[in-house]
């Protein structure tokens, strides 16, 4: 995964003010390594803060802004697949 990766999915958040990425700590660890490219990535994203969350589990990512959080992680999209895969078959 690289830090690019995020920044579709941070441009698709309303609030572009301050987001904060909450993140596992193997993916904190990475991304303080890339900090400077994912924060030149979301240009638009005026206060981004990197939040280790040992709670969430090895691919998990939550975006938090004023108006909420939204799921990110690599679980979270995979069930999402699975049931719209279950959805169009019916």
Do not use: H, N, Q, Y
């Amino acid at each position: 995964m690289s830090s690019s990766s995020f920044a579709p999915l941070v441009k698709r958040a309303v609030d572009r003010e301050r987001i904060a990425l909450r993140v596992p700590p193997p993916l904190m660890a990475f991304l303080r390594g890339s900090l400077a490219a994912l924060r030149a990535s979301l240009e638009d994203v005026k206060d981004l803060e990197l939040v280790e969350d040992p709670g969430l589990p090895a691919g998990g990512c939550v975006i938090e802004s004023r108006f909420g959080e939204v799921d990110i992680g690599v679980e979270t999209e995979l069930d999402d697949l699975a049931l719209r895969r279950r959805s169009e078959r019916r």
